[in-house]
């Protein structure tokens, strides 16, 4: 990525439709507009109905013209957006004169990346916007709009702010006072300190529920064969995807459906029955259903037998379901939950409990939501390192200049979430992990 350059590329996705969308943007974009429509001059922030010719002079479209000088646009830089007819020699067309232009095409997140080098958004509004397009349900949308719109660099910059501030103070005791701290000060330090470490671990609890929205949940259905494990899959997504048999083996190979629930989408796998494989088929379909086992965020494990021992040793939060209810007279009082695929039965009470185990009812913040990993561990850094600050506080006698160390750590643990310092390879992940044209 050359910041330098001027930059182009579609921003809707290939294919026929009504309208497409091409952006290009750069200290040269302005002058190739005006190149390409035979206009003098646009008007700017206003779409103008124009047409736009290649370098023969030769018409392509009626199109909508919208200019973006500098600093007021995306990028930050000169901009313009051009709307054509959505055909993709149209675009393809229009693509290729402003490369002739002296423009070249953009790489992937590369607009996005200019608004960043620009001031116009931190790495934290980058990762909405790469989040917001990727969003998989309504909820999940509103939380990343959040954060593009800067709650969560809001809340991390305060935080920011506070520490810098408590690192003044014990600063200017150190280089200008030159006295110890009293008492007094020594207990309004630490309550400081521990506020903003209170700060940091609401802000972490938040990283569960953002994990869930942006991720989903990956839910495997795993047990014995012929369970019924392919009836739940079934009857959970309202499809017949998988294959139902009374043979057992029959499900060989992972069958993927996705389901919403109270806003978070979960991914459930049906996986084959657990038992010792009669053939290499089964024995790998055996295999991958144990592997996804171990990666699951959840697990629900399917028996048709009410009187069997279930065992909850997972790692993962796990749901233990017994099928075919319909024909079992008693049902012991445990904590499984009795379904009947055929009847539709105990669904609802299933749907209840997977919401319980995955805490989506008792899960909420009016803080806007950490959605990445990279961000949680930041804040999880910077808490360890407030922590740190508070045990010297107690064991070294308030050596103020350890104490500063420690909380100069955090805000440096900062900087690299909000992108002020952090390393060139992970700026350029999450830009790449962007779609060309954004």
């Known amino acids: 990525?050359?910041?330098?350059?001027?930059?182009?590329?579609?921003?809707?996705?290939?294919?026929?439709?009504?309208?497409?969308?091409?952006?290009?943007?750069?200290?040269?974009?302005?002058?190739?507009?005006?190149?390409?429509?035979?206009?003098?001059?646009?008007?700017?922030?206003s779409a103008t109905l124009v047409g736009f010719f290649n370098k023969k002079r030769e018409r392509l479209d009626q199109t909508l013209i919208t200019q973006f000088s500098?600093?007021?646009?995306?990028?930050?830089e000169d901009m313009v957006e051009v709307s054509c007819h959505g055909n993709p020699v149209i675009v393809d067309g229009i693509v290729s004169t402003f490369l002739s232009c002296g423009a070249r095409l953009a790489d992937p997140g590369e607009f996005t990346y200019r608004a960043f080098i620009n001031g116009k958004m931190d790495l934290v509004q980058a990762e909405g916007v790469s989040a917001l397009i990727k969003a998989k349900t309504i909820e999940s949308a509103k939380e990343q709009q959040k954060?593009?719109?800067?709650?969560?660099?809001?809340?991390?910059?305060?935080?920011r702010r506070d520490i810098i501030n408590l690192v003044s103070f014990l600063e200017y005791q150190m280089d200008i006072s030159e006295e110890n701290l009293s008492p007094k000060e020594q207990h309004e330090v630490s309550e400081k300190m521990q506020s903003l470490r209170k700060a940091c671990l609401a802000l972490s609890k938040t990283f569960v529920r953002g994990k869930m929205l942006n991720l989903g949940v990956t839910t495997v259905i795993t047990g014995p064969p012929n369970v019924g494990k392919s009836s739940l899959l079934n009857t959970l997504c309202g499809e017949n995807l998988a294959i139902v048999s009374a043979e057992p083996g029959t499900t060989r190979d992972v069958i993927k459906s996705e389901l919403v629930i109270d806003g978070v989408p979960f991914v459930f796998l049906d996986t084959a029955g657990i038992r010792k494989a009669r053939s290499p088929i089964e024995k790998e379909g055996v295999a991958r259903a144990k592997k996804f086992k171990e990666k699951a965020d959840l697990i629900i494990r399917v028996s048709d037998d009410p009187g069997a021992q279930h065992s909850t040793t997972s790692a993962q939060p796990c749901v233990l379901v017994v099928n075919k209810a319909d024909l079992h007279e008693k049902k012991p009082k445990k904590p499984i939950i009795h379904i009947s695929c055929k009847n539709k039965t105990g669904i609802e009470e299933l749907i209840l409990k997977i919401k319980k185990e995955m805490r989506l009812d008792s899960i909420s913040s009016d803080l806007p939501l950490l959605s990445t990993q990279r961000q949680n561990t930041a804040i999880k850094l910077c808490s360890k390192n407030i922590k740190n600050a508070l045990v010297l506080c107690k064991k070294s006698g308030f050596e103020l200049e350890l104490i500063a160390f420690e909380l100069r750590s955090?805000?440096?643990?900062?900087?690299?979430?909000?992108?002020?310092?952090?390393?060139?390879?992970?700026?350029?992940?999450?830009?790449?992990?962007?779609?060309?044209?954004?």
């Open 70 to 76: 500098a600093p007021a646009s995306y990028t930050g």
């Open 410 to 438: 955090a805000i440096d643990a900062l900087d690299v979430l909000l992108g002020k310092t952090t390393p060139e390879d992970i700026i350029n992940n999450i830009f790449n992990n962007l779609c060309v044209g954004k």
């Open 147 to 159: 954060i593009i719109n800067g709650e969560l660099s809001n809340n991390i910059n305060k935080l």
């Open 1 to 45: 990525m050359s910041p330098g350059d001027t930059i182009v590329a579609p921003a809707t996705p290939l294919g026929f439709s009504g309208v497409a969308v091409i952006r290009i943007s750069g200290p040269k974009a302005l002058l190739f507009a005006q190149k390409v429509t035979q206009k003098k001059k646009l008007k700017d922030r």
